[in-house]
């Protein structure tokens, strides 16, 4: 593993670059072709400002995978079926990104809309309170917030004005402090704090930095895993980090570390498409993570607490020391596999969270499914077998020679499990 944490480089130390600023300039028109000339050159002098701030936002991490592509969708709409203008665009994604329970961007994205359209931003802004207030009354008590909302008339100004001072978190935050929108999951924060105990071989430093988050974590836990911010990634990251500091202590190194992108993240759109399940992702090309990266984890959107994020999370991380990736229905990988990343998330799942019933984390134990049986035969091997099995064939993926797997299994394994185990995996069709 890396020698510290993996830890964003966020907006911690830097904020979006102070631009030209925005200015409006006369210019004569004498024919409707000086005019089609004028209109070309002003689109085309937007895109290039609007994609200079989306490169900006990228270095600093400032939107999760699926959040920079819708929003560079809106940002950018012209002339569609949809939209005639970004700006109702635009009122569209924010009104997603709150139904989809990731306030936490919406400030970045506002910042990005008035530097591109300064003159209309009021119109666009002033439909966010109320957005906000269906946002909060999804985590509190509709009364509480109502009467909050009595108590403070000033609400809806003030939001609109941190929306433009960039303290829109912090306005957030203070407004689910008062209407009893923040539950801390404590259960879970006890959990974190042993998680990182029983590591060992954490160098100082790292350590360190882990102590850090986990001081923060109760200012986190009441938030959805889904939350893109710095402080909830740095959670989720830290969370990857010791699960793969105990994978690589049983099983042995990633193959792929340095290309590997460890702060697991949400995407709506694949929910969508169809794709509910947690997968090993490659990046969309063009995007500075696929530049950097070669592999991450997209956790199932309906994954949405932290336990179940825990769960899939563990499940996920066992793939993640040797990726295999394929077109949607095309992976192919041996049944051992599956079957070892089943029987650590169950591991995990007894040690870490008792008080969680396997229904509730979606764990396919309960069922007879190709994973069950996968999970029935993998859990029956030692972790010392199963390091030299990865160790032999180079991946828990690739069992290509039954003979030798035989051989190093035979004494816990009868002869169909040894068969099931090397054989293809079976998943299935909507995953």
């Known amino acids: 593993m890396n020698a510290n944490l993996p830890l964003l480089r966020s907006g911690r130390t830097r904020v979006f670059s102070k631009h ?27 895109n290039r400002f609007v994609m200079a701030l989306f490169k900006e936002a990228q270095e600093e991490y400032r939107f999760s995978p699926g959040v920079f592509t819708e929003l560079v969708k809106a940002m950018l709409e012209k002339d569609s079926p949809g939209y005639i203008t970004a700006h109702g665009a635009f009122g569209h994604f924010n009104t997603q990104m709150f139904e989809y329970g990731l306030a936490e961007e919406v400030g970045a994205a506002v910042e990005i809309y008035i530097a591109c359209y300064p003159t209309s931003a009021d119109y666009v802004l002033k439909s966010i309170p109320a957005k906000v207030l269906n946002y909060l009354c999804k985590y509190a008590n509709t009364s509480d917030v109502m009467k909050w909302t009595e108590a403070n008339p000033q609400w809806k100004e003030n939001v609109i004005a941190s929306l433009k001072a960039g303290t829109f978190s912090e306005q957030l935050k203070m407004m689910r402090m008062a209407t009893g929108a923040m539950s801390v ?65 049983r099983y042995g190194d990633m193959t792929n570390q340095m290309r590997t992108y460890t702060i697991p ?144 299994t035979s004494k816990w394994l009868n002869e169909d499990e040894i068969t099931l185990l090397c054989a293809d995996f079976e998943y299935p069709k909507h995953r």
């Not at 070669?294 to 994954?303: A, E, F, S």
Request: net charge negative; charged share 25%.
């Open 20 to 46: 030209d600023g925005f200015r409006e300039v006369r210019f004569p028109v004498r024919t409707p072709e000086d005019l089609r000339e004028l209109d070309a050159l002003k689109e085309m002098q937007l």
């Open 185 to 249: 999951n404590f259960n879970f924060l006890q959990m974190l704090e042993k998680l990182v105990n029983n590591a060992s071989g954490i160098n100082p430093e790292a350590m360190e930095q882990a102590q850090k988050i986990l001081a923060n974590a109760p200012n986190v836990l009441y938030q959805s895993p889904r939350e893109w911010s710095e402080s909830c990634n740095e959670l989720r990251g830290l969370i990857t980090y010791f699960i793969l500091v105990d994978l690589e202590s």
């Open 265 to 408: 993240f949400y995407n709506k759109q694949r929910e969508m498409a169809g794709k509910s399940n947690s997968q090993v992702i490659s990046f969309e090309p063009g995007t500075l993570l696929a530049e950097h990266f070669d592999y991450g984890i997209c956790i199932g959107w309906r994954y949405d607490s932290w336990e179940q994020f825990f769960y899939q999370l563990c499940h996920e991380c066992v793939h993640l020391l040797d990726p295999q990736l394929a077109p949607n229905g095309e992976l192919k990988v041996s049944a051992l596999d599956e079957g070892v990343a089943v029987r650590y998330a169950e591991e995990m799942l007894d040690k870490y969270l008792p008080y969680i019933a396997r229904s509730f984390v979606d764990s396919p134990v309960i069922s007879r499914s190709p994973y069950y049986f996968a999970w029935d035969a993998a859990r029956k091997l030692p972790d010392e077998v199963l390091r030299t099995i990865r160790e032999t064939f180079g991946a828990f993926a690739r069992i290509n020679d039954r003979a030798r797997f035989a051989q190093l």
